[in-house]
């Protein structure tokens, strides 16, 4: 059986296909382990450290992700792999550990960065005014 699910987090999408296999996870068809900084790498793996080794060695999962960039990349892999496997297992135990520990591995963070406005630098700040 194969599971595709999605994540999202700020301007990053990724699509992970979930199936029967020997453990291996790629991201952008590279393995995992070569993900570069290592907390990208550990925030991708997160939803296996939650699930029970077993899990892991069972599934194939591989990610595509565009967008963004490296840690908005690594969010939505998260959420994208955590929801592939609740969906691949059928397992509501599974589903309630990670609502648990973080809702968004479950659910997508649907917060984006504000446009920048004119009469200031940024989105809210506003230019300062001097009377002298």
Not at 19 to 24: L, N, R, V, W, Y
Not at 88 to 98: F, I, K, P, S, W
């Amino acid at each position: 059986m194969v599971t595709n699910t999605s994540g999202k987090k700020k301007t990053a999408v990724a699509r992970a296909t979930v199936s029967e296999g020997d453990g291996e996870v790629r991201i952008n068809a590279r393995p995992v382990e070569l993900l570069e900084p290592e907390l990208a790498k550990l925030k991708a793996l997160e939803p296996f450290r939650i699930a029970e080794d077993a899990l892991r060695e069972s599934v194939s999962v591989d990610v595509s992700v565009e967008g963004g960039g490296v840690m908005g990349q690594a969010d939505a892999a998260r959420t994208a792999i955590a929801r592939g496997l609740v969906e691949h297992t059928n397992d509501a135990e599974l589903r309630d550990a990670y609502m648990a520990f973080d809702r968004s591995l479950l659910v997508n963070d649907v917060r984006q960065s504000e446009p920048k406005k004119w009469g200031g630098p940024g989105a809210r700040a506003r230019y300062q005014k001097s009377y002298r």
